[in-house]
């Protein structure tokens, strides 16, 4: 994995990031095992950046359990 030094905080940012816009979803939301193994996974990758917004309904709120 390749990282840059971000300006504002001096923290390495992998240069590859993990969007979660696209956590799979069923019929109460996003699908938490599914999730979690998807970032699980990023993380052994090497990420570190991951792509989230409020109008990403819940993956806020996955990331952080």
Do not use: H, P, W
Not at 23 to 40: N, T, Y
């Amino acid at each position: 994995m390749q990282y840059r030094i971000d300006e504002r905080s001096g923290n390495k940012l992998s240069i590859l990031g993990f969007g979660c816009m696209r956590f799979s979803r069923g019929i109460s939301g996003i699908d938490a095992q599914k999730a979690e193994q998807l970032i699980l996974r990023a993380i052994e990758a090497g990420v570190n950046y991951f792509d989230t917004a409020y109008l990403y309904a819940g993956s806020e709120r996955t990331l952080l359990k």
